[in-house]
């Protein structure tokens, strides 16, 4: 801080012989005059106020305590009042204190800063005195929903409008529950005989009802199958969470239930569950930078996603905003946040195995077929000839190469390249065998001369993994040379190393051309067992043999050695068949980091140790410093799935409301704090807060009493005196009609053209040329059976819009998206108007419709109406389409149906 | 038509809220008068709250906060973090101090270990009436200082690229935040209803570093993204491929009748009307984008002015397009142009990421930068536009002053780096901030990016702590809770 320009004698000049300053006569008029517009009752700049003791006295965000007493001199609030410096003297506009006032404030608090209590005009608010923090309401008469609403409606003298007809209905409630229209021949069978009750049960026990539900819970949780920021590398293995939580919804599993395992899903036998907690954008080891100050702050990046993304989806809080200081509204202190990274510091986001029955049953049957490709090897390698015994070898080849030498002791094996065909050397495995047949490298302790880093791809300990294959492999930092050393923890008898630049056979650039394979035994002495010299010269044009394909062996060896060779092939290939190494991106479990309050969140000013505990004021679950990492996740988990918790069911229930009428109870679905909206109807948010939990946190419970009220099934006419009171119809006085979201317009589209792919789960379909990287992504144009899937199975790319429907708001899982906006715009009019997307599908919904209805065009446009719009077409509407359809085709219509304002909004 | 509480501040919606909707007769005020009420009533007055759009018209021009000295903006972005040390801040004792090691310097920066310092790798000279010094790196540009205003003394809070072209961009370094010209656009709509408000034009050798997260909407509408377009790839499904002209007008004209229908039958729905003009926007935008981008209506001496016609330097050449193209985005209206000069990581090959031999790669970078884009202040500043546009030079962080161990280029610099503004309101050929003798650390007027972006929209007319919007709970403003205008640079 700058020294201040104002007489230095001043702060130390008490008034000689005056009466002590007065807080209420003397300073706080000063206060008043010169400080309240920014520090009072209606604004906290830099997180100070100076109209109440107890806050005055805290100080503010960055420069507080503001007033020390005894110590004016020490106190930020006589540096800024005395300050010279423009662009910190207080207060900045206006005049400046004047030296009386300076002095009298100086007096006051070298006098100890007397402030009287009980003399302050305001009190503090108490953030935790608030709607949502207080116990859920419990109902012991009989209430429906319709009952709430009209109540409300009443006090407005509104009323709820008409039923809509039974197709708008039926339309309304597939979209809703499906996010797909229903069939014309659904329509006919409901036209015939309604039953509302029997038709909900329909939807829900549909596969499709996961698949559109899911979305919403991911969008909250901004899922992605990349890592995010610059290099926005494939995360391969995120899609077991997205299959968890289709699944979750389909089986109706409770709300409860789901919560904790998706905290600690591991201990409950759902690991792809804990999804969940890394579903954050992160930066990978090799992307973040080798200074220390990088690798912490990238760890508060990351266990912060972590604690915002628990925050706002389960309990409707920002607790992130604690990060840096105590939060403004809500009773969540800096402490408070601290406290809940306690709760998840033991969490890394990486893969883990998944532990299903057929997942651990698959990895029991490699383990088999790799002890016989073992023995399998072993056996063939006395076809292969010896190095250095003066026999010309086969050439070296991309995929594997193999070196044989009399058994030796080695502690260390060094495999160092000398030249590559082109660039820095990459080598995929690195196998060394001892006589017994085992890889023994396997995991071993390995050092190399150096790495280029490609995250997730080429990293140093993937060269002795167990992985084939150049996305797990190892490249040297320099240009043709670079060195592997193996150290094994005794040593051993060995006589095989087995190598290869991409063992997968994709890859046939950085091979190594020039090596040679030193062995060291324990006593330290070096020596060369192999090298490529007595291999014939490199040459990448050439075809590559087998290697124990050798001349002059004799015919029988050689039939020996096919059929043993024919055998290792077969059962080379049922393993890249098996689904052995399926994975989930579900996070780690380690020690946990200890965590300490961070000044203004800054990672390089920790302050005090703070042990795991969850919000203060909403909870009393305190845990050891010591205790371990799962125990931490339980309790935070059991916390928050608990029917005490004020704010769990409340905030799910809304979420489920705002999925029917677009709008929540609760307006800012991931805010129930105190800066965020109240209920419309807090007695209908509570009645189905206390029914979600009495039904056993049941979703599917939550959607029957929903879509089968009178108020979901009234029509959505807009009337003028109504709009007037009631203009974004908060109240519900019709059904409010909205948009398709992007992804029931695309999976529309489809159903409608008779292309939808209802094949579930899986590893996602290509939106783009590539799954992942920082060189760009071009869309894919073409339609195939693979993309026409339902797009909650495309390959989320973070951050990069789909082509055509990523214009309609689709999130593009940086933050968390709790409700959508529904924006229009020309890009998405150009887009479903001209893209590729659309005039295949119109092409496709064209041939379905003439094979439907026959060579008739009115039958056609009749068909076409059915499928599109679940109707029939006007007689006008016929009058006015034939002449277009006989001139232009049957295309046009169905791109126009694909374009109307009745296909893309919900009746 | 005018679409109600969702652009309110949370102020005004908490007294919508409390006063259950203003009781029944102030709820038939649109809300603009609305938001004028909750003005008067005290609530609004000074706090944060966002304009108000029209579904039918999202790019409709709207005021700003208070009279603006720019309209427009062009950004020049140039990814990949250009060393300072090599272009706009010179350091003569660095020259000293050459291949000398650092006393007390760090060990480790961002890639690993550090080396000796390093002089600057480009001659300086003193430019213009100011006798700015500027390295003969860029020559076109540096005969340009006298118009620039040049902030010395930037600091950025990531020293990685990805969260640091994030930071510059959104003012978070985490994904998902709204970018500068989703803001702006947001604020402001534009002057153009025929081309998109905000374009973004990527380098011709590939996307940036943090790709669309640089101009992505966050949770903004998404009509305030920003469209991608550049001289050689126009805006996507601009038209129907393989679609004749007679059944393309037929499926427009049916699709108009079919909605005019429906709008009858579904009176007083604003969002049906928005939804048909988007459409009509729409096929404006097929006829206009074509046109903006079809540049063989320049003239001969402004293609060799750029240097687009530089057939030996193909990227430049292309580069040179994409400023044509934002000079004539900006003739049309279109209100913020994000003009990207290097692509994604490739160890410094296609971008200013100088960490092995930054010398030899930072020749071929500035051969493509300086030129065209030199060419372009001069030619808006020849055709008078540059008296509403704002030219925005800037960068994701600088370099260190020391080379790599083993190495001929330089580490990522968060501490003390320079970009600039030149244009509508800003003070010509000054230089403000400074960083330590060997331009390291910025040690006097230190400025965050924050900063920085904040003096951008106050020449907009826009004040950073009132341009908000509400996500999750929070007031979100594109300078967090930070932010300070730079007075020093604006005339």
New interface residues.
């Given amino acids: 801080m700058k020294l201040t320009s104002f007489p230095i004698y001043l702060l130390f000049a008490t008034a000689v012989a005056a009466a002590p300053v007065d807080f209420v006569r003397d300073v706080r008029p000063i206060f008043e005059t010169h400080c309240y517009e920014c520090h009072g009752e209606k604004?906290h700049k830099g997180g100070l106020r100076l109209d109440v003791k107890e806050a005055a006295l805290k100080g503010g965000d960055n420069d507080g305590p503001n007033i020390i007493p005894g110590k004016a001199k020490e106190s930020s609030l006589i540096h800024f009042v005395t300050s010279s410096d423009e662009?910190e003297v207080m207060p900045p506009k206006g005049e400046r204190l004047s030296a009386a006032q300076i002095t009298t404030l100086t007096t006051w608090i070298n006098e100890g800063a007397v402030w009287p209590d009980g003399v302050d005009l305001v009190k503090l608010k108490d953030k935790s005195d608030h709607w949502s923090f207080k116990p859920v309401k419990t109902f012991t008469d009989l209430h429906t929903i319709d009952a709430f609403i009209d109540a409300k409606l009443a006090?407005?003298?509104l009323h709820r409008s008409q039923p809509a007809d039974p197709v708008s209905w039926l339309r309304r409630v597939t979209f809703d529950l499906t996010g797909l229209p229903p069939t014309p021949g659904e329509a006919a069978a409901f036209l015939k005989k309604p039953d509302p009750a029997a038709t909900v049960e329909r939807l829900l026990a549909s596969p499709r009802y996961g698949e559109r539900w899911a979305q919403h819970w991911l969008d909250v949780v901004?899922y992605a199958d990349t890592h995010?920021?610059?290099?926005?590398t494939e995360r391969p293995n995120a899609w077991p969470y997205r299959d968890y939580v289709i699944q979750a919804f389909n089986n109706d599993t409770p709300y409860a239930r789901f919560i904790k395992e998706q905290i600690v899903g591991d201990a409950l036998g759902v690991d792809a569950a804990t999804g969940f907690l890394v579903t954050a954008?992160v930066?990978l080891p090799g992307?973040?930078?080798?200074?220390?100050p990088?690798k912490r702050?990238?760890r508060q990046?990351s266990l912060d996603?972590m604690v915002t993304n628990i925050g706002?989806t389960f309990l409707?809080?920002?607790v992130g905003?604690a990060r840096?200081h105590d939060h403004k509204f809500d009773p969540i202190s800096a402490k408070d946040y601290y406290a809940m990274q306690a709760l998840v510091a033991g969490v890394e986001y990486q893969d883990r195995e998944l532990h299903t029955p057929e997942a651990v049953a698959a990895r029991e049957r490699m383990k088999q077929i790799k002890t016989q490709v073992a023995a399998l090897e072993k056996q063939l390698s006395r076809f292969v000839p010896l190095a250095k015994s003066g026999v010309k070898r086969p050439m070296i080849t991309a995929r594997e190469n193999v070196d044989r030498f009399s058994p030796s002791k080695a502690k260390r094996v060094r495999f160092t390249i000398r030249e590559t065909n082109n660039l820095e050397p990459c080598v995929d495995e690195l196998e060394v065998f001892n006589t017994a047949g085992a890889n023994i490298a396997l995991n071993a302790a390995v050092t190399v001369s150096g790495e280029k880093v490609t995250a997730d791809r080429h990293e140093q300990q993937f060269v002795n993994d167990g992985n084939y294959g150049n996305s797990r492999s190892w490249m040297s930092n320099e240009m043709g040379k670079g060195w592997v050393m193996i150290e094994f923890t005794q040593e051993q008898e060995i006589d095989r190393v087995i190598w290869g630049r991409d063992r997968e056979g994709k890859f046939k650039d950085r091979l190594a051309t020039s090596y040679f394979i030193e062995i060291a035994d324990a006593s330290g002495t070096w020596k060369t067992v192999a090298d490529s010299d007595d291999r014939e010269s490199f040459d990448a044009g050439k075809a590559t043999k087998p290697e124990f394909a050798t001349k002059g062996i004799p015919k029988e060896e050689a039939e020996v050695a096919g059929k043993l060779r024919a055998q290792k092939i077969a059962l080379e290939k049922q393993l890249s068949g098996l689904d052995t190494t399926q994975k989930v991106f579900a996070g780690i479990f380690r020690k946990p980091d200890e965590i300490h309050l961070l000044n203004r969140g800054d990672p390089e000013q920790p302050k005090e140790e703070v042990i795991p505990a969850v919000l203060s004021t909403l909870g009393d679950v305190r845990l050891d410093k010591q205790s371990p990492e799962q125990q931490r996740r339980a309790a935070l988990a059991d916390w928050i799935a608990s029917s005490q918790n004020p704010l769990t069911a409340r905030v799910m229930v809304n979420r489920i409301w705002q999925g029917h009428f677009g709008v929540g109870l609760v307006?800012?679905p991931?805010?129930f704090?105190n800066?965020?909206?109240?209920p419309t109807h807090p007695e209908l948010l509570d009645w189905l807060a206390s029914e979600f939990i009495r039904s056993g946190w049941s979703v599917k419970h939550m959607h029957r009493l929903i879509v089968l009220s009178e108020t979901f099934r009234q029509s959505?006419?807009?009337?003028?005196q109504a709009?007037?009171?009631?203009?974004?119809v908060?109240l519900l006085w019709r059904f409010p009609?909205?948009?398709l979201e992007a992804e029931a317009i695309r999976d529309s589209m489809l159903a409608i053209s008779g292309q939808l792919n209802l094949k579930m789960h899986g590893r996602g379909y290509d939106l783009f040329d590539k799954r992942g990287g920082?060189?760009?992504?071009n869309p894919v144009e073409t339609s195939t059976p693979e993309n026409q899937r339902r797009m909650i199975y495309a390959h989320k790319v973070?951050?990069?819009?789909e082509?055509?429907f990523?214009?309609?708001?689709?999130p593009?899982?940086?933050?968390?998206?709790?409700a959508r906006?529904?924006?229009?715009?020309?890009?998405?009019?150009?887009?479903l108007?001209?893209?590729?997307f659309t005039?295949d599908q119109s092409e496709a919904f064209a041939s379905r419709v003439k094979k439907e209805a026959g060579e008739d065009i009115a039958r056609q446009i009749q068909r076409a109406y059915q499928l599109a719009l679940t109707r029939e077409p006007t007689a006008?509407?016929l009058n006015?389409?034939l002449p277009?359809v006989k001139?232009?085709?049957l295309?046009?219509?169905c791109?126009?149906?694909f374009?109307?304002?009745?296909f893309?909004?919900q009746p | 038509m005018i679409h109600h509480a969702e652009h309110l501040s949370i102020p005004g919606r908490a007294l919508l809220d409390r006063r259950q909707f203003l009781s029944n007769s102030a709820t038939a005020l649109g809300s603009i008068a609305l938001t004028n009420l909750l003005g008067i009533d005290g609530l609004l007055g000074a706090e944060s709250h966002g304009p108000i759009i029209d579904p039918a018209r999202p790019y409709a021009p709207r005021q700003p906060h208070f009279p603006a000295k720019a309209k427009n903006v062009i950004v020049i972005f140039c990814a990949g973090a250009v060393s300072q040390l090599e272009t706009w801040d010179y350091k003569p004792e660095l020259i000293k101090w050459d291949d000398r090691p650092l006393p007390g310097g760090p060990a480790v920066t961002f890639q690993g270990p550090a080396g000796n310092l390093a002089r600057p790798q480009y001659a300086f000279r003193q430019r213009g009436k100011t006798g700015k010094w500027v390295s003969d790196m860029i020559p076109h540009l540096a005969e340009l200082t006298d118009d620039i205003a040049f902030v010395h003394s930037l600091t950025s809070k990531s020293n990685t690229h990805g969260p640091a072209e994030n930071f510059l961009s959104t003012g978070f370094v985490l994904d998902g935040f709204p970018s500068l010209g989703s803001w702006v656009t947001y604020a402001l709509g534009s002057e153009s209803q025929e081309l998109p408000s905000y374009v973004a034009i990527p380098d011709p050798r590939g996307v940036p570093q943090n790709g669309a997260n640089n101009w992505g909407p966050g949770f903004l509408p998404a009509a305030f993204q920003g469209t991608t377009m550049s001289s050689k790839n126009p805006v996507r499904h601009l038209a129907a491929a393989g679609v004749s002209a007679d059944a393309d007008q037929a499926a427009r004209s049916l699709l108009q009748r079919m909605n005019a229908r429906h709008l009858e039958a579904h009176p007083g729905d604003s969002k049906l009307a928005a939804r048909i003009a988007s459409y009509e926007l729409a096929a404006r935008m097929q006829l206009s984008v074509p046109e903006i981008n079809d540049l063989s209506t320049e003239p001969a001496h402004i293609l060799k002015s750029y240097g687009a016609d530089d057939t030996q330097n193909p990227d430049k050449a292309a580069f040179a397009k994409n400023c044509i193209l934002a000079r004539r985005l900006i003739e049309k209206g279109v209100r913020f142009v994000q003009l990207f000069n290097g692509a994604y990581a490739s160890g410094g090959k296609l971008n200013w990421d100088g960490h092995s031999d930054l010398k030899a790669q930072y020749d071929i970078h500035a051969q493509i930068l300086d030129q065209p884009a030199a060419a372009l202040i001069r030619d808006l500043k020849q055709r008078g536009l540059l008296q509403d546009t704002l030219v925005v030079w800037c960068t994701e962080f600088g370099r260190m002053p020391f080379f790599q161990k083993g190495a001929k280029g330089r580490d990522h610099n968060p501490d003390g780096f320079t970009c600039w503004m030149t244009g509508a309101g800003v003070k010509p050929g000054v230089s403000h901030g400074v960083t330590d003798e060997l331009g390291q650390k910025a040690i006097e007027d230190i400025h965050p990016l924050y900063h920085f972006n904040a003096t951008i929209l106050h020449l907009l007319g826009l004040d950073f702590e009132k341009l908000s919007f509400e996500h999750n709970g929070i007031q979100r403003r594109l300078t967090n809770v930070e932010g300070k205008v730079i007075h020093n640079i604006l005339s």
């Fill in positions: 604004k662009d006090e407005q003298d901004r995010g920021f610059e290099v926005n954008s930066l992307q973040i930078g080798k200074d220390e990088s702050l990238a990046d996603e706002q409707g809080l920002s905003c840096c307006e800012t991931s805010d704090g800066n965020g909206m109240k959505s006419a807009s009337n003028a709009a007037e009171k009631d203009s974004d908060r009609s909205r948009r920082l060189s760009g992504f973070r951050r990069e819009p082509a055509v990523g214009a309609f708001d689709c593009d899982a940086g933050q968390s998206t709790a906006r529904a924006s229009t715009t020309p890009i998405q009019a150009l887009n108007f001209n893209s590729r005039l006008e509407e006015d389409t277009n001139k232009h085709g295309t046009t219509l791109r126009a149906l374009n109307s304002n009745e893309l909004f």
